[in-house]
């Protein structure tokens, strides 16, 4: 069966160095549990002073590594080259991915319109990880987090109904809601989708075409997120939708 990982990343988190991966580490992890390919941002982007700095290492080291690792474009709209990171890579990109609880601003700024408008244009989808980490144990460094507003993130999909929004790492009662408003352009990764009979009960309700398939490594063992997957009692034909089919049919694989 053909796999899908939205949520992988490379670098260390932070000064933990049990939370780290290289791109020679990931690979070898992806080719090992049988993935078809994973979409990749450098942890370094969430807190980096100079994005585009980051950006530019980013893309020019991943061009090294087979197509099984798809880059994601990181962005910040509070710094400088916010245009010029999306001019040089956004057509290397398989998306692109805003930290905004992590980097302080909210998606409704006016400073983000070019970048809703940009993946309108380029039919790029958005990643946006509504958490990471186990945010209780890192509050010396993000003790700004605010609770995730829901209501946000819908008006956002609302006003870019042409846009593909997937909300990665989401809580299972932000899942839900997020789910149950029943837009169109709305997804969600199974990442922190834990709790006995939780996906199936979320599926049964919402349907299959609205959940991808995400390990959020190296925060998680991608060997982990995968066995919680095949441990569920679901069809075949739903696990495709899961691992795989959802995904390939928003994010782009021709870079």
Not at 12 to 40: C, D, F
Not at 195 to 218: A, T
Not at 222 to 241: D, P, T, V, Y
């Amino acid at each position: 069966m053909k796999i899908i990982d939205v949520d992988l990343h490379i670098g260390q988190w932070l000064h933990n160095s049990a939370v780290q991966s290289s791109l020679a580490t990931l690979q070898k992890a992806i080719r090992r549990h049988g993935i078809e390919y994973g979409l990749a941002t450098p942890l370094e982007s969430i807190l980096a002073e100079d994005n585009l700095e980051v950006n530019y290492r980013f893309f020019k080291e991943i061009e090294g590594y087979s197509l099984q690792i798809m880059p994601m474009l990181a962005l910040n709209p509070q710094q400088p080259g916010l245009e010029k990171a999306m001019e040089r890579y956004i057509d290397q990109a398989a998306g692109i991915k805003l930290f905004h609880r992590f980097q302080r601003y909210n998606l409704s700024d006016s400073l983000l319109e070019i970048i809703y408008e940009t993946a309108q244009s380029t039919q790029q989808p958005i990643v946006i990880p509504l958490h990471l980490f186990e945010e209780r144990i890192a509050v010396h460094y993000f003790d700004y987090l605010e609770e995730v507003k829901v209501e946000d993130l819908l008006q956002t999909a609302d006003a870019w109904p042409a846009v593909n929004f997937v909300f990665s790492a989401p809580l299972p009662y932000e899942a839900i809601e997020l789910l149950a408003a029943g837009r169109k352009n709305i997804f969600v990764t199974t990442s922190f989708l834990e709790g006995e009979g939780l996906l199936e009960e979320i599926i049964d309700k919402y349907g299959v075409q609205k959940i991808l398939y995400g390990s959020n490594y190296p925060f998680f063992y991608m060997e982990a997120s995968l066995r919680k997957l095949c441990s569920q009692s679901f069809s075949r034909h739903m696990m495709e939708h899961i691992y795989f089919n959802n995904a390939n049919n928003i994010f782009r694989s021709d870079r």
